[in-house]
């Protein structure tokens, strides 16, 4: 999928938008972070869901938009408000900062052999996934403990911490604590599987 330039410009300028009405202290330090690096032009993964230019900042979008359409059905008590709905679904995958490169790979198309590029790993912060975004997100403005669980736990029982009992403990207590931890996971799955184009 190829997303335009006028769409890249919408896209851009409703996230940075979104951050910015949350009044939160030095969220403008987070937002030149972001635009120094390679946030807006990096893709959500390597092959799988939006696996393109501008493809993070489309999922990071996506999973806003599900964590809205949640939050109206499951936080009928308001326990997570609209500044924290925007913070931890926009951010929470800010950790594929600096994540990918590009090179050229051979890739079978239609039974011949082409050139193409391809998407790689080239982590320069191997600081792990959820707990990577968190540590990202607090080197500028401060989290709440919800927002911290929720963007640390966003994987859900994808997370490779939860292959043993005190990380699948850990996510557990998390969930009872705070429906976000629950809600931005949903909306993180609901992104990837059912709104995205995924390679085959």
Known sequence: ?????????????????????????????LIAFLEKNDFFDAPSSMHYHSAFKH??????????????????????????????????????????????????????????????????????????HGEKSVMIAQQFIKLSMQEILAINWHMGAFDIRCGDYQGKTALSNSMERFKLVTLLNMADVAATYLMEERED
């Open 55 to 128: 493809g993070l900042l489309l999922h990071s979008l996506n999973v806003y938009d599900q964590l809205c359409e949640l939050c109206k059905i499951y936080n009928k008590d308001d326990e997570i408000n609209e500044d924290t709905i925007i913070i931890s679904s926009l951010l929470h995958d800010i950790c594929k900062t600096s994540f990918y490169k590009t090179e050229m790979r051979n890739k079978k198309i239609n039974g011949v052999w082409k050139e193409v590029q391809a998407y790689t790993i080239h982590d320069v912060f191997p600081a792990g």
């Open 1 to 29: 999928m190829e997303i335009t330039q006028e769409a890249f410009k919408k896209m851009k300028k409703r996230y940075v938008d979104l951050l910015k009405s949350t009044k939160r202290e030095n969220i403008e330090a």
